[in-house]
Each structure stands twice: as structure tokens, then as C-alpha cells.
DNA sequence: TCTAGTAAGTCTTGAAAGTGCACTGAGTCA
DNA sequence: TGACTCAGTGCACTTTCAAGACTTACTAGA
């Protein structure tokens, strides 16, 4: 199987990733949620080879998790921001955040705090369940097909 | 920037994404939360090849994100197992998969639902705050440095 | 003993992506 | 006029990936 095949299967882990799986992308991703904008500002902050910067944004834009907004004209310079659907996504990278955070960081401590507006506090994300609101454990959750899936 | 110097950066979605941040994978540790352990099983379901899963699963060896544990002698045979580490990186999946089920699945509906044991219903992942316990979306998020955080 | 089968890799080779950097194009500013 | 800004493109080069045959070490059956 080729990578671009991936978004034929019926497996929404293998779409998202068909979308934001590559190694730039989650990382153009943090930037945008850090509130970069600008096609320079990405490629410097990233060291990111412009070429393939160019083209992470153009297919984010494609997918819907970035849209085009022109910032002037004369000449016309476009930024990009996140959709809601590109949102939609800051759970995924706050796990990983922690998780990284969790098991990389040094004896000082994580780079970067998160805090959380509502309540005033620094805090980590726990992933709960929708119906009982526990926290969630992976080995507490069975998988099953859905009304998606496919027979075999 | 190429990819290999992406673990000395001071940012732990980097580190992170040195780990699990290439295309396959997510994919194979997806497989590995379905309770897939042997070689010829991942690469029979992903139809990855042989030289890159035999890569990738050396690297989350090195990780501790899996574990080879021997399931046989004569000749000794190995299985792939989560580690505590590994299993931390459920929240970060489970997260992508139903930002995929949101956005990619058809009309039918999710290819895979997610039963929680502890209360018995299929469930979203919610993703809360560690501190007051509401849900977290991420414009109520602000990020500031951490104590890790190197100056510029 | 010979043959087939199983499991976990390893090797080979052409194709696809990524990298680094110079360059373009439209416009501003002095 | 010349220098500068920003968002890309073009090009030569290097690295990684894909597909499938091959290898190693052992078991089971004829």
C-alpha cells in the first residue's frame, strides 16, 4: 500500500493521518495554534524547507484545516488560519504535548505551560468519557465495529 | 532542519513527534492497541512493508513505547507489546480517531466505536482540564513558557 | 532423510519525497 | 533608481520508501 491510498480506508485514524500524519505537518499545526500566520514566519520558526512548506499549507488549505484570508492587498498577501475543523485537532496535539511532556522533559520541567482561561489554571488534559465523564484508560476501552464499517 | 535533529529541540510535541511523528507509525501502534503483537500480523494488516515495519518497531523498541517479549524457544520468537509509556499515547490516538470519525466518516456512520468498560456505553473522548475538570477547547488555552523553557 | 511450512526478519532496486539555496514577481519605501 | 519585503518556484542532490524475493532457524509430516 502506497501512503496516498490511505484516505480509501475505512479506518478514521488512517484518514486523519492521510492528513496531518506527515512529519511537518503536526508541526506547522503547533505553530498555527501558537498564532503564526505567515508563510515566513512558519518557515523561520520551523527551518522548514520552503518548498515543502508550501506544499503542508496548500494541502491543509485543500482539507479545510487552514483557510486563506488576505491581510493586504497591493500586493496581495494571504495568511493562514485555522478552521474549526483544524480546531477540531487541538485535543490530539495537547495529548501529545503532555505525553512528550510527560517523558521527555528534563529535570527542570516541560518547555511550555497551557492554561486554561476558564478556570485560571495551568493544568494537563485528561481525556474523559462523553457518557460518564471518568477519566478514560486505554485498557478500560473496547474497540467494536461501527455502523461504518466495512464486512470482510 | 532535517528530521533527526528534531529531538534537541526544546519543545515536547517535537520530541514527541521524533517518536511517533512519521507516517506509519501511528498505524502500527493503532494495530498494537487492537492487541496485534507479531511481525507477520502487522504487516499482513497494514501491508507496510517488511524493511520499514522491521525498522519502525526497532525504533519504538528503543523508545520503550513497545517491548519484545519472547512468546516461544527453539527458535525464539518475539512478540511486540505496549509499555506503560505506550499506552500513554491512548488519549493523543483516540483523540485523532474521532476528529477522523467527525470529519471523514460517511454517512453511515464511524467504522469503530469505543465501549468504555468502566460504565458501559460507547463514548467520545472528551479532552478536560486537569484543575477544574470542564472541557478544554483551544481558544480558552493560553501557552506560556515552562520551566523547561530555554531562553532566546 | 527429504520436503513443506512458519515466523521474523534482510537485501535489492527503481521511484518518490525531502533538503538547501538561489531565484522570481509584485509591490513598497527613500 | 536601488534596496527591501513576502510568498512562493526551480533545480540539483540526498534520503527514504515500496515491493517482493531471499535468508535463517526451527517444526511437522511422509
Redesign the interface.
Same mark, same amino acid.
Given at each position: 500500500?502506497r501512503?496516498d491510498e490511505l484516505?480509501r480506508e475505512?479506518?478514521?485514524?488512517?484518514?486523519?493521518?492521510a492528513v496531518?500524519?506527515?512529519?511537518w505537518t503536526?508541526?506547522v499545526l503547533?505553530e498555527a495554534?501558537?498564532r503564526v500566520r505567515r508563510f515566513d514566519d512558519f518557515q523561520a520558526r520551523?527551518?522548514?524547507a520552503r518548498r515543502v512548506l508550501a506544499e503542508r499549507l496548500a494541502h491543509l488549505v485543500d482539507e479545510g484545516v487552514l483557510k486563506k484570508v488576505a491581510y493586504q492587498d497591493r500586493p496581495v498577501r494571504y495568511e493562514y488560519r485555522?478552521t474549526e475543523?483544524g480546531? /477540531?485537532?487541538?485535543?490530539?496535539?495537547?495529548?501529545?504535548?503532555?505525553?512528550?511532556?510527560?517523558?521527555? +522533559?528534563?529535570r527542570? &520541567? %516541560?518547555?511550555?505551560?497551557?492554561?486554561?482561561?476558564?478556570?485560571g489554571?495551568?493544568?494537563? /488534559?485528561?481525556?474523559?468519557?462523553?457518557?460518564?465523564g471518568?477519566a478514560?484508560?486505554?485498557?478500560?476501552? +473496547?474497540?467494536?465495529? &461501527? %455502523?461504518?464499517?466495512?464486512r470482510r
Amino acid at each position: 500500500m502506497r501512503w496516498d491510498e490511505l484516505d480509501r480506508e475505512a479506518c478514521s485514524l488512517a484518514r486523519a493521518l492521510a492528513v496531518i500524519g506527515d512529519r511537518w505537518t503536526l508541526l506547522v499545526l503547533r505553530e498555527a495554534f501558537l498564532r503564526v500566520r505567515r508563510f515566513d514566519d512558519f518557515q523561520a520558526r520551523l527551518g522548514i524547507a520552503r518548498r515543502v512548506l508550501a506544499e503542508r499549507l496548500a494541502h491543509l488549505v485543500d482539507e479545510g484545516v487552514l483557510k486563506k484570508v488576505a491581510y493586504q492587498d497591493r500586493p496581495v498577501r494571504y495568511e493562514y488560519r485555522l478552521t474549526e475543523k483544524g480546531l /477540531g485537532l487541538y485535543p490530539a496535539l495537547l495529548s501529545l504535548v503532555h505525553w512528550g511532556d510527560q517523558h521527555y +522533559a528534563g529535570r527542570k &520541567g %516541560p518547555p511550555v505551560l497551557h492554561r486554561h482561561l476558564a478556570c485560571g489554571h495551568d493544568f494537563r /488534559g485528561v481525556l474523559t468519557c462523553s457518557v460518564c465523564g471518568e477519566a478514560v484508560e486505554a485498557r478500560e476501552v +473496547a474497540a467494536h465495529p &461501527g %455502523p461504518g464499517a466495512k464486512r470482510r
